[in-house]
Structures are given as structure tokens and as C-alpha cells.
């Protein structure tokens, strides 16, 4: 028996150095597969980790490691059931592992269920509640099932949780943008570019955000960079030459929307888009080809439909244009480019009762339409002028609230008629205007500050949002929308000589250009300054110059993400 024993001891101490040696072995293995993951040589690093896994020394946790690692490459390789596997079976063997739900909730978003992944994210949540992907990837899979309001909970607590990375600040800005918030939008966008100059997906969101805001040449600036980035991407060009068409610049347009044809031909609105561009122009042939193709694709594109049937009135073919404005009409009764165009060619074969009739009921739908207004004036039908929208409340120096047909909120004064700025609202209410000022200060002339009540906080503090729209009187315009303060959170105002830092209670800054800045020296440098009022009592936050600039008086308007996500 002694002898049994003693031969048996004499065999595992010669298993025991075999043993280690495979371990060591399975560990290199693993090594050298997460450098090739993070390389980005991911079917290398499957292969590595799949020559680490064949020991059976392996303790759990370092197997579930190794699963995890080797998930998120079979993921890279848009393998997205194979990596859910390798998931599931490292959850198994350790089931507080925050990393393997993460990912997991990832692979299951690529699947399209977004509602699993949900629950993944949250179990990660709770076992790292400082995991701040988690949250940026549950707000992603809240997105997805429109739950715009938890979306932008979860982003929030994400840029909370990781201030230097621009991921988070991207998926924050299309929630504000989702739920009708293009200024804040264009802040958080704006704040993830500061962070990463070469995000692309932050810039063409920020492009996408400045056309909701009628800000086209700021938009043709982010696509110019991104197509510069992405040159074979239709949807850029598309886009820009709708920005360039809007600022009626229209041989650029065509150009654009051509590039754009040339990348995807089954585009039925790239057709109509050049058409109308080519109409703008007075090229009535191409325009009237384009618009042809365009119906070809989709034969219900009621804009392409009114187009080509002023074209046909233009080229003298009214019954031809009058049969195309019908079919619009009668696909959109409330199409007022439709009705307009139909009441033109009705004025044009004498058919005048009927031309009144379309140019009434365009106005009926958007009354400050000027072309059918003007037609009904020569025909000498009294028109009313457009109806003033009705105020929220009192005035307050000289401001008045007033709801816009698609559920919005706009400000207006009789004292700037061109100005309508538009208000966000962050919480339930409607906006109330606290306060006007005008900056004073000679490099930030005609800036005005329009503070208003934006809702009520959504917590249980009771508080409200009030918020600031920096408003351009000569350019008529929003610059923007920035926090004043959440409840009894104030945000930090810091001026320059041609722009303003707002930090909002967060700690979230950003910088909005206003003017450009004098050349002259003022003897500060670049230092900030941070007064609260001295906009309204007209101190001066800045030394005068010895010779007082020349004031122009209008300007033409014009890390790795594999480290962040898994580790």
C-alpha cells in the first residue's frame, strides 16, 4: 500500500510542472489575442484565444475572461450569435461579471433586440454603477424603442460619469435633437467635436441639427468636412446641396445632388431636388427630365409632382401641368406648393373661381404663404393679413410667447419684427419670459439675452429650468439656447470680447462665437470675464481701446472606443 502511494505522489509531482507549463501557455495564448483585438486583428485573436481556452487548468474566472474577450472579437466580425455564445457561457462561470452583460447587450442591439439588451445593460449597471458605457449603451437601446425621455437620463448620467469622452455628448444631442431640441443638440454635438475633432458621426448629426435650425451655411460647413472624410457617401452630398439650394445656391446644388445621383441613381428625391434646382434657374428641359426620373422612381413624390407642373406651365404646356397638379393635390390635399402651382395654371386657362379657391385654401394652410396672397390681391379678392398667434401670457419688455402650428413655442417683439426666436422647452409647462437685456459692450452690439422659464425640473426639487436665447437682432436670428439655471443650480456665463463660455450646472461648457473678436490689443489678453448684470447696467467688463475700433454695423448673415466600450 505504501509502495501504491508512493508511486502515485511520484506522478502528480511530474504532472504538476506539465500543468503549470500549459497555464502559462493558455495565459500567453490570452495575452497575445486581446493585443491582436485591440489591433484590430480580430480572427487572429479568436484564433489565440481558442488555443488559450484548451486548457483545462483554466479557473473560471480567467476562462470567462477569455470568453468575454473572445465574444467581442467574433462581435467586431459582425458574428453577433456566435459572440452572444461565448457570453452566455462566460455569465455561467462568473455571473457578477458587469464587462460580459455590457458586451452582451451590445451583441443583442446588433440583432435587433433591443429590449434584452436592455435588461443586459441594467444588470451590468447594477453590478458597476460608475460604469458609465453601460449607461451611454442602455441610452443607444432606449433610443431604439423611442424612449427618447429614459434615452437622455441615461446619456446624461454618461457624461456625468466619463466628462472626457465624446461619445456620450453625441447620443445626448440626438436625444435633445429626437425630442425637438436642435440648440441643445447642436451644443452637445459641439462639445463632443471639441473632444474629438474627427468624429464623424458627432459632425454629421451637428449638420442634421443646424438644417432643423434653418442654419444652412453652418451646415454646409460640417458636411463640406465630413464629405472630405467620406467621399463616396450619397447621403452627404444630398444633404449639402439641400443646404446650398436653401442659401440659393443653386449651381452648387446641382453639383452636389449630381454626385449624389452618381452614388445612389434610386434616390427619387436627389431627382426632384436637382429639378427644382434646375428650375430655380430657368433650365426648364433638364428640370423637367430630372423631375420625370423622379416620378419614374416614385410616382406618389408629390413635390416632384408640383414641380413638374410649374415646369409645364413655364414651357407652355398648362394642361399638362394642370394634370400633375391634380394627381398632387389629390395625394396631399394640404401640399400648399401643390395648391399654388395648381391655382397658377387654372388663372392661366380662365379658369379664375377655381384658381381663387387653391390660392385660399393654401393660405388657409400656412397663412403666411406671400405667393398666393399676392395673387388673390391682383385679382382683387380682399385677403386678411396673417393672424397673429395668440400670447401665453402678458408681455414682458416688450416679448410675447406664442405657440407655433407644429407644437413649438416662438418669442417675438414689435420692436424687432424680423425676429422670431425660438424657445426649447426641458421640462412640462409652457415658456415664460423672465427677462430682456441687451449687451452693451462695443465688440458684442446688437447681442440681446432673452431669459425665459423652460419647464419644471423633473425631480422632486420643484424647481424650474431657465434657459437664455442669446439672440442676433442684426442677423434676426437664435444664436443660441443656453442654460441659466436648473432650480437652485446656476450656470457660470464667462464673456470674451466676441463670444460667450456658458458652463452649464453640470460642468458641461461650451463656447458660442458671436463676433468676431477686435484686433485690437485691450490689455487682458484672453482673459475671461464673468459678471452677472453688466450686460443691462452698461459697465465695462474690458478697458477701452485707445482708438475705438471701427464698428461694422451688420454682418452678412451667413481614445479608443474598444477601451470605452469593453474595458
Known amino acids: 500500500m505504501r509502495r501504491i502511494a508512493l508511486i502515485i505522489s511520484a506522478l502528480l509531482l511530474a504532472a504538476a510542472p506539465a500543468a503549470q507549463a500549459a497555464t502559462e501557455d493558455s495565459v500567453l495564448r490570452a495575452r497575445e489575442g486581446a493585443a491582436n483585438l485591440l489591433r484590430g486583428k480580430y480572427e487572429a485573436a479568436i484564433t489565440s484565444f481558442d488555443e488559450a481556452l484548451k486548457s483545462d487548468q483554466l479557473a473560471d474566472v480567467r476562462r ?20 452572444i455564445a461565448d457570453f452566455n457561457r462566460a455569465v455561467e462561470l462568473f455571473p457578477d461579471y458587469a464587462i460580459v452583460y455590457n458586451n452582451r447587450g451590445n451583441a443583442l442591439m446588433e440583432l435587433g433586440e433591443a429590449e434584452q439588451a436592455i435588461l443586459d445593460f441594467t444588470r451590468a449597471i447594477e453590478l458597476a454603477p460608475s460604469y458609465g458605457a453601460a449607461f451611454n449603451n442602455r441610452g443607444n437601446a432606449y433610443m431604439a424603442l423611442e424612449r427618447t425621455e429614459d434615452a437622455l437620463k441615461d446619456f446624461r448620467k454618461a457624461v456625468q460619469l466619463m466628462p472626457t469622452n465624446a461619445v456620450p455628448y453625441n447620443g445626448r444631442g440626438q436625444a435633445h435633437t429626437s425630442l425637438g431640441r436642435p ?15 474627427k468624429y464623424a458621426g458627432a459632425r454629421e448629426n ?3 441639427a443646424y438644417l432643423k435650425l434653418g442654419r444652412d451655411r453652418s451646415a454646409v460647413r460640417d458636411y463640406t468636412e465630413l ?25 452648387s446644388a446641382v453639383k452636389d445632388l449630381s454626385k449624389s445621383i452618381t452614388l445612389n441613381p434610386e434616390n427619387s428625391e436627389a431627382y426632384q431636388r436637382r429639378g427644382t434646382a434646375y428650375l430655380r434657374v430657368r433650365q426648364f428641359a433638364k428640370a423637367r427630365d430630372d423631375l420625370s426620373t423622379a416620378l419614374d422612381i416614385d410616382p406618389e413624390n408629390v413635390a416632384a409632382l408640383a414641380e413638374r407642373a410649374s415646369v409645364h406651365l413655364w414651357l407652355g404646356s398648362p394642361q399638362e401641368g394642370l394634370a400633375d397638379a391634380e394627381k398632387a393635390v389629390s395625394l396631399n390635399p394640404k401640399h400648399t406648393r401643390a395648391l399654388s402651382v395648381r391655382g397658377q395654371i387654372y388663372q392661366k386657362i380662365d379658369r379664375v373661381d377655381d384658381a381663387i379657391k387653391d390660392y385660399q385654401t393654401a393660405l388657409e394652410v400656412d397663412p403666411r404663404m406671400p405667393l398666393p396672397r399676392a395673387r388673390l390681391r391682383k385679382l382683387g379678392v380682399e385677403v386678411p393679413p396673417p393672424p397673429r398667434p395668440e400670447p401665453l401670457g402678458e408681455p414682458v419688455r416688450g416679448w410675447v410667447v406664442s405657440e407655433t402650428p407644429d407644437g413649438g413655442y416662438i418669442a417675438t417683439n414689435r420692436r424687432y419684427p424680423k425676429v422670431r426666436a425660438r424657445l426649447e422647452m426641458y421640462g412640462p409647462g409652457v415658456p415664460e419670459i423672465v427677462d430682456w437685456s441687451l449687451v452693451k459692450y462695443n465688440s458684442l452690439r446688437g447681442i440681446g439675452l432673452l431669459r425665459y422659464r423652460a419647464g419644471v425640473l423633473r425631480d422632486e426639487s420643484g424647481g424650474d429650468y431657465e434657459y437664455t436665447a442669446v439672440v442676433d437682432l442684426w442677423k434676426a436670428k437664435v444664436a443660441a439656447v443656453e442654460p441659466h439655471a436648473w432650480g437652485d443650480r446656476k450656470s457660470e456665463w464667462k464673456w470674451k470680447l466676441g463670444s460667450v463660455v456658458v458652463t452649464d450646472p453640470d460642468g458641461v461648457a461650451n463656447e458660442v462665437t458671436l463676433r468676431k473678436a477686435p484686433a485690437q490689443s485691450y490689455g487682458q489678453g484672453d482673459q475671461f470675464y464673468s ?6 447696467q452698461g459697465a465695462q467688463p474690458y478697458p477701452r481701446p485707445r482708438q475705438r475700433p471701427r464698428q461694422r454695423r451688420r454682418e452678412p448673415s451667413g481614445g479608443d472606443l474598444f477601451d470605452w466600450l469593453f474595458r
Open 206 to 208: 451637428r449638420g442634421a
Open 183 to 197: 440648440f441643445a443638440g447642436v451644443r452637445d454635438f459641439s462639445r463632443a467635436l471639441a473632444l474629438n475633432a
Open 64 to 83: 470567462a475572461n477569455i470568453l468575454n474577450d473572445r465574444g467581442v472579437a467574433k462581435w467586431r466580425l459582425k458574428q453577433a450569435r456566435a459572440a
Open 227 to 251: 464629405i472630405a472624410l467620406k467621399p463616396d457617401q450619397a447621403e452627404l452630398y444630398f444633404a449639402r446641396g439641400g443646404a446650398y439650394a436653401r442659401t440659393r445656391r443653386y449651381n
Open 531 to 536: 459678471s452677472d448684470n453688466w450686460w443691462s
